[in-house]
């Protein structure tokens, strides 16, 4: 979550609640969270930067919205339209169709109204800006520069991160 994601505004709550709920999350902690958990690893941020704070016409969460406006190629059409309250009408109905005679397995149906609760949470988060799936921060060792691509903290656990090599 952000720095703007505040816990006691009852819509930040919920919305990091939804997104846990839909994509499978135990918690959803903090930005400053993952700064300290960093820090207490040896990283020393250089730099870091919300990727999605950029200025852009077109917002990181445009696929999952559902609006056509906002295709950006022949593909971005089905993708969104794939979103889209038409797309979703089709897509879950095939799927209750194929669950009730058998082509999937029990319990598809039920995944894909999870994923769609996970889809509008994602959305809502995008557009009040209280959680991002862009942030990273950087760390030199000696002429490398490593990035750290931010994931969930599961309790019990080291902080995930991805690191990758880069040279700017």
Excluded at 33 to 47: C, N, S
Excluded at 140 to 158: E, I, M, S, T, W
């Amino acid at each position: 979550m952000t720095d703007i994601w505040d816990p006691s505004i009852p819509e930040h709550k919920a919305i990091a609640h939804q997104i846990e709920l839909g994509n499978g999350i135990p918690e959803m902690r903090p930005l400053s969270m993952a700064r300290e958990a960093l820090k207490t690893v040896g990283f020393q941020i250089e730099h870091e930067e919300d990727l999605a704070a950029r200025p852009d016409p077109i917002p990181w969460y445009y696929p999952l919205e559902g609006d056509i406006r906002k295709a950006q190629t022949i593909w971005d059409y089905f993708t969104v339209w794939r979103m889209s309250w038409s797309g979703m009408l089709v897509s879950h109905t095939a799927i209750r169709m194929m669950e009730l005679i058998g082509l999937v397995p029990k319990g598809t149906y039920d995944v894909g109204e999870s994923l769609k609760v996970a889809a509008d949470s994602l959305v809502r988060s995008g557009q009040q800006k209280v959680w991002s799936i862009l942030s990273f921060a950087r760390r030199k060792f000696a002429d490398d520069y490593y990035c750290v691509a931010l994931h969930a903290h599961v309790p019990g656990r080291k902080p995930e991160t991805q690191q990758l090599r880069w040279n700017p």
